[in-house]
């Protein structure tokens, strides 16, 4: 019988493969197809030298195609080496002083193997709310510092016991090296309070935290990346008195469900979205709303729904025993961030919470949870931070420099990027308060010491007033380079494909400091990384009030339509704006009517707010963006028309131009056009109108590759819309891993101000 030839491979994997249960899953692969050698964390990755048949060699690179549920395999790379004899398959000690980018994973969802052993009265940690293992648990925010172990972690305070111990230690078992493994002899333990922050001593604190829960009582829940306040949410009366309580008026709070069957009986799931949600990240998923029994004032005037399943065991624990969908919203008053300490927990929440559910594991860095929304079939990230942070996105062509980007203003995330790997730091908010600020100076300077990244240049937006510019320019010892906030919203896009440009760039957005130092916000340009020409931007309109006109988007509806009749005031509309006071009307008209009276704003996002509170009558907007949600969804899938409009040909910027869709639409309405048709014929409009611009720019431009990106491309209508506009000439790229809006800014500003400072001025023609 002939022998089959002994051979040798090493194999270098890259990605996130250091503390999700990978070299133990290598071992056990490994000894079951017979192979010998190592497996060792690296520098940055994994290296595996194995030894067997070629057929057993394959096998294993073969199941590489499977990892376990929390890795992300970013590149394997073979390479043959000389064959040596091995007893077994081992795993090898880490390699010392290696990179540390790779050391610390995001917080994996609890996995089903964790889940099952909660549940089962027999198991040893049979309702025990800290239980983890190899492929789940917290990661990210228990970390004190690297190389990521138990010592550097939240959990270092506690000894396992030799039971623990034994699991921690043997690489056959599940919680081999899991740095946060716990059970109840060693481990956390929960504690409840009440609302003046008293001690109740009680058996059961999720039992009666549960029960708190069924009386209609609010509880703070404290979980992985802050606390949660809950409350039931199928009664109308706890939603009221939780939105009262945080000052909270309008905007949705997210539903957790126990598992995949309780969240279609609230919402309507693909497959897509049914995957999303029980996805290792476990974000917040938007959905359909079915009519259900939850509370209508979870989610007031609007179809979507968003839910998350469990992705603690405690939070596995308490939906069991609430047995019912629970309200699970970031704990915080209206602006400020998350709360994620206790002590801080007890006193800022001191009046919203009736009960509080705390545990003594630490959580060093917090973090929100992420939220994904569907787009032409695709999960979108719309906020990117608990699950995904840290983990990076992958850069085609490699930095030349590490860099901070800071981001801009309204949901803040910066992104610290070296060499081929950009990482968002988590949700930070709005920069409007000194406790966001706070939390953002912190959190950039704990990302620079986990990933180890020294930035030598700071990238900020080009609006010398928002907070992260001053941020910015307040570091010493780094360069700063000013980066215009449409240019970095197209270069991020421009970032996830793998795009080197030059791009035509579709960049919508409610607003923006632009160049010439107006508001920019219905932009179409043609970018490299490094510089980027304006070749169309929507007609300007002015803003009446500034900042009030956001609020009360009735102003710009009211500029809009003054704009298309040629100053008049046509009859209709002073029915249209029954709920504005006579007085702010009439005085709005007065400024409309002086010249230069008003600052301009050109973004998409105002023409969706003034449409809305035209048509759909409304006189105010409850939190940024609402009204063109609803617009958007006042919107007739099934309508396929479009009004006028025109796109002037101007040398070098063409305008687009949407008084003729102004003036169609109201001619529509008083021929007793249907709302959702004019919403429709509106979003195909706007559709219509892009995909004319982009027409123009490829004329004299070359038909280049097509981004789209902002704030407006969280709309699936407009994004799907926008695509299929300009297909097939043009492939449209969509944002999928990295947010369409300012969340996703960062990145944008990390790559164009690396490629300006590199001098990298391609021309954009
Ligand atoms: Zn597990
Ligand atoms: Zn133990
Ligand atoms: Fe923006």
Redesign the pocket.
């Known amino acids: 019988m002939a022998v089959a030839q002994l051979a040798g491979r090493r194999i270098h994997i890259r990605g996130t493969v250091q503390g999700v249960g990978f070299r133990p899953w290598v071992y056990r692969t490994a000894r079951a197809i017979g192979v010998t050698g190592t497996v060792r964390n690296d520098a940055d990755g994994v290296t595996i030298d194995a030894f067997g048949t070629d057929s057993e060699l394959q096998q294993l690179l073969d199941a590489l195609h499977d990892p376990p549920p929390a890795a992300r395999i970013l590149s394997v790379a073979v390479q043959e080496i000389e064959p040596r004899h091995a007893d077994r398959f081992e795993i090898a000690a880490s390699e010392r002083g290696g990179d540390r980018t790779v050391s610390i994973p995001p917080d994996l969802a609890v996995c089903p193997d964790c889940v099952a052993e909660i549940f089962d009265p027999s198991n040893r940690r049979y309702r025990y709310p800290f239980t983890n293992c190899t492929n789940c648990g917290p990661r990210f925010t228990i970390a004190l510092d690297i190389p990521y172990d138990r010592a550097a972690t939240t959990m270092g305070s506690f000894a396992m016991c030799d039971a623990c111990r034994r699991e921690y230690d043997d690489p056959l078992d599940r919680r081999f090296h899991a740095q946060p493994n716990a059970c109840p002899v060693c481990g956390p333990q929960l504690s409840l309070r009440a609302a003046d922050g008293a001690r109740l001593h009680v058996d059961d604190a999720i039992a009666r935290a549960a029960g708190a829960l069924k009386d209609g009582l609010i509880v703070a829940v404290k979980g992985i990346g802050g606390f949660h306040l809950a409350c039931d949410a199928r009664s109308d009366a706890a939603v009221r008195r939780l939105r009262a309580r945080k000052r909270r008026d309008e905007k949705p709070f997210a539903v957790m469900v126990r598992d995949l069957a309780a969240a279609e009986s609230i919402a309507v799931l693909g497959r897509e979205e049914r995957a999303l949600l029980t996805a290792v990240e476990r974000p917040i998923v938007l959905v359909p709303k079915r009519r259900s029994a939850l509370a209508p004032s979870i989610a007031p005037r609007n179809r979507m729904l968003g839910i998350l399943l469990p992705y603690s065991p405690l939070h596995y624990l308490l939906l069991a025993d609430a047995n019912r969908p629970l309200v699970m919203t970031s704990a915080n008053l209206s602006d400020e961030p998350i709360c994620y300490r206790d002590e801080d927990a007890l006193q800022r929440l001191a009046d919203i919470a009736d009960l509080f559910l705390l545990h003594d594991r630490a959580i060093e860095t917090r973090c929100d949870d992420s939220v994904v929304t569907m787009i032409a079939g695709r999960g979108t990230v719309i906020r990117r931070s608990r699950g995904y942070v840290p983990r990076p996105v992958p850069l085609r062509a490699a930095l030349a420099r590490p860099v901070l980007g800071c981001g801009?203003l309204l949901k803040n995330t910066f992104c610290l990027a070296q060499s081929d790997r950009a990482y968002f730091g988590p949700h930070i908010g709005d920069l409007e308060n000194v406790e966001t600020f706070e939390s953002y100076t912190s959190a950039i300077t704990r990302m620079e010491r986990f990933l180890d990244i020294a930035p030598t240049i700071v990238a900020h937006d080009l609006h010398p007033d928002y907070m992260s510019t001053l941020y910015a320019r307040g570091r010493s010892g780094t360069a700063t380079v000013a980066v215009q906030?449409?240019h970095a919203?197209v270069v991020s896009a421009m970032a996830e494909h793998g795009l080197e440009g030059p791009v035509i760039g579709i960049?919508y957005?409610?607003?923006?400091f632009g160049t010439d130092g107006t508001m920019w916000?219905g932009e179409i340009l043609v970018a490299t990384a490094a510089s980027f020409e304006r070749a169309a931007s929507f007609r300007p309109i002015p803003l009446v009030g500034g900042d009030a006109a956001i609020r009360e988007p009735w102003r710009i509806a009211l500029a809009l339509v003054m704009d298309a009749f040629d100053g008049e005031i046509p009859d209709a509309l002073h029915a249209m704006c029954a709920g504005v006071p006579e007085a702010a009307f009439t005085n709005v008209v007065r400024l409309l009517r002086a010249p230069a009276a008003a600052p301009k704003a050109r973004g998409v996002g105002r023409y969706f707010d003034a449409f809305a509170a035209l048509f759909l009558g409304r006189v105010r907007s409850a939190f940024e963006g609402q009204l063109a949600l609803e617009w958007n969804q006042a919107a007739d899938p099934s309508v396929r028309r479009t009004y006028r409009f025109t796109v002037t040909a101007d040398e070098p910027c063409a305008e687009i131009d949407m008084r003729e869709t102004v003036r169609d639409a109201l001619v529509d309405l008083a021929r007793g056009a249907a709302i959702p048709t004019i919403a429709a014929a509106f979003h195909n409009t706007i559709a219509a109108a892009t995909a004319a611009a982009v027409r123009v720019t490829a004329a004299r431009h070359g038909r280049l590759p097509v981004v789209a990106s902002?704030?407006c491309f969280q709309n699936a209508r407009l994004a799907e819309s926008v695509r299929a506009a300009l297909a097939p000439d043009f492939r449209v790229h969509l944002h999928e891993q990295v947010p369409p809006?300012?969340g996703g800014?960062a990145l944008g500003q990390v790559v164009a101000a690396d490629a300006i400072v590199e001098g990298r001025f391609e021309p954009c023609v």
């Open positions: 801009a906030h449409h919203h960049a957005d409610g607003t923006g916000g902002g704030g809006g300012d800014i």
